[in-house]
């Protein structure tokens, strides 16, 4: 783990950033897209986060193996301390604390900026279902990262001919951090 390097996104990383997310569309629930971005789409969803947030990537020996980052929660200017994470590792690179590093590294530069209530919306089954295309990897995941679930909704996406629910997770920085 000490070639891993945690830094900013830059715009040139979009290309692999698609890449390894497409996997997750194309293959899994975990997104309810249904077809993966275009190369210029996805470029402007990094130009467009990164420019408000952090956004961070994980690179080993020049190679991208995952990216985090923080978005806007609600439009509302009584949410300014609350924003939503997401992450997403090249699918051969899970296990080995990269989702760790990067979620270190984005609450560090939240807590920096004053943020207090992190926010995640994460696919799973449906409750009493396995298998089709998702697990609870991911939930897993936020709650060793220290979230809590909040809310679910019920079979609200529909994906590979199955419908799959929705939990939020949310995560409080502590506050002294936040000031």
Known sequence: MENIKIRPVALNDSDRLLEI???YVRETAVSFELEPPSAEEFAERVRRISSHFPYLVAEENGRLLGYAYANIFKDRAAYDKCVEVTIYLDKDERGRGLGRMLYVALETALAERGITNLYSCIGVPVSGET???ID???ERFHHRMGYDICGEFHKCGYKFGHYYSMIWM???LPPAAAE
Request: proline share 0%.
């Open 170 to 172: 949310e995560k409080f």
């Open 136 to 138: 609870r990897a991911s």
């Open 131 to 133: 298998g089709f295309r």
């Open 21 to 23: 997310y497409s996997y």
